[in-house]
């Protein structure tokens, strides 16, 4: 069924309202009519089986019945916030996109010394970041998340410092890590991370982290990672460290 995200304030006990661009999505794009039914998630992680009961294209408005409350939690075992390194083009559209697919909890443009890209001007920086907020909500509603990462607008290495003080585990995506046969920080930090943690990973831009950036990240307290014995792409980082959470905490450890 197709999925939705709708404000807590457009759903009470059994009905709910969508509209405008999702109600749009529901009668014009899905072709929906009354009786069929969709899931509608809160803004509290919970998901719902509506029936839609009424269509009202003017005011671009859908109305649905809950039939019941649903059980499954698709959610990433861990709370992972990427910081990535702003990469140039599209890069940025594709990682929160595929990111939010693979579980990701939240995304941070950082601003790298090696970042080509420049976000400048506040309604600019504003305009983009809305765009990738959008970019995670469809990826959300496609992969059947409970919640829709958040974007955050960019920032500093400073900033990034400060943030961390607010996570359980730091780690840095360091590729000399790689080209040195290093293999082992990911692996212990797997080891001591329960479920429920929250984590931030630093990602490079296409040019890498600095050896000051690095050795910023260490001091305040971070793990220096390698991703595998082959050197990534900025955009191929992230979702090698998505992917391997995934595999670590929802298929190895539910069959040990």
């Known amino acids: 069924m197709q999925r939705y995200f709708v404000p807590d304030r457009n759903i009470n006990e059994n009905c709910v309202?969508?509209?405008?661009?999702?109600a749009y999505h529901i009668y014009k794009v899905m072709r929906m009519l009354?009786?069929?039914?969709?899931?509608?998630?809160?803004?509290?992680?919970?998901?719902?089986?509506?029936?839609?009961?009424?269509?009202?294209?003017?005011?671009?408005?859908?109305?649905?019945?809950?039939?019941?409350?649903?059980?499954?939690?698709?959610?990433?075992?861990?709370?992972?916030?990427?910081?990535?390194?702003?990469?140039?083009?599209?890069?940025?559209?594709?990682?929160?996109?595929?990111g939010t697919e693979l579980g990701a909890r939240s995304f941070i443009p950082y601003v790298a010394e090696r970042s080509v890209v420049k976000w400048e001007g506040s309604s600019k920086i504003e305009r983009k970041r809305q765009r990738l907020e959008k970019i995670a909500k469809e990826a959300a509603e496609q992969?059947?998340?409970?919640?829709?990462?958040?974007?955050?607008?960019?920032?500093t290495l400073q900033e990034i410092l400060n943030e961390s003080n607010g996570f359980d585990y730091c780690l840095v995506a360091y590729e000399e890590e790689a080209k040195q046969g290093n293999q082992s920080g990911l692996p212990k930090l797997l080891d001591t991370m329960p479920k429920g943690a929250t984590v931030l990973a630093v990602i490079g831009p296409e040019g890498g982290l600095s050896e000051a950036e690095i050795a910023a990240f260490l001091e305040h307290g971070f793990v220096s990672c390698g991703l595998g014995k082959r050197i990534l792409r900025a955009e191929t980082a992230p979702l090698y460290l998505l992917s391997t959470l995934s595999f670590y905490f929802e298929l190895l450890k539910e069959v040990k």
């Open 143 to 155: 992969s059947h998340r409970m919640t829709i990462p958040a974007v955050q607008a960019p920032k």
């Open 34 to 98: 009354p009786s069929d039914h969709i899931i509608v998630c809160d803004q509290e992680q919970r998901a719902y089986d509506c029936q839609i009961t009424a269509i009202a294209e003017q005011e671009k408005t859908v109305t649905a019945e809950i039939v019941e409350q649903l059980t499954a939690d698709t959610e990433l075992p861990v709370q992972v916030t990427i910081a990535q390194g702003l990469v140039k083009g599209d890069k940025l559209d594709w990682i929160v996109q595929k």
């Open 17 to 22: 309202k969508i509209v405008g661009d999702d």
